[in-house]
């Protein structure tokens, strides 16, 4: 299934001096899923395609991710 947004827990070491970060994420292209592009993909108009910076709804992706929060 596709989610844009990954996320691991790295090691923790107890000599480590600084604070933990408990949750790593990351967000990955939705491209990476897509395989080969099917043909009669819906557009965007050619102006919200420029704003946009994709022609194809499917491969849009606003950055930075949209996630927000605690991440300890």
Same mark, same amino acid.
């Given at each position: 299934?596709?989610?844009?947004?990954?996320?691991?827990?790295?090691?923790?070491?107890?000599?480590?001096?600084?604070?933990?970060?408990?949750?790593?994420?990351? @967000?990955?292209?939705?491209?990476?899923?897509?395989?080969? @592009?099917?043909?009669?993909?819906? @557009?965007?108009?050619?102006?919200?395609?420029?704003?946009?910076?994709?022609?194809?709804?499917?491969?849009?992706?606003?950055?930075?991710?949209?996630?927000?929060?605690?991440?300890?």
């Amino acid at each position: 299934m596709y989610t844009p947004i990954k996320w691991y827990q790295p090691y923790v070491s107890t000599s480590d001096p600084c604070p933990p970060m408990r949750w790593k994420y990351y @967000q990955t292209p939705p491209n990476l899923y897509l395989g080969f @592009q099917p043909t009669g993909l819906p @557009q965007y108009s050619l102006k919200e395609a420029l704003c946009k910076g994709t022609l194809w709804p499917i491969l849009f992706d606003p950055y930075p991710t949209p996630l927000r929060g605690d991440q300890s």
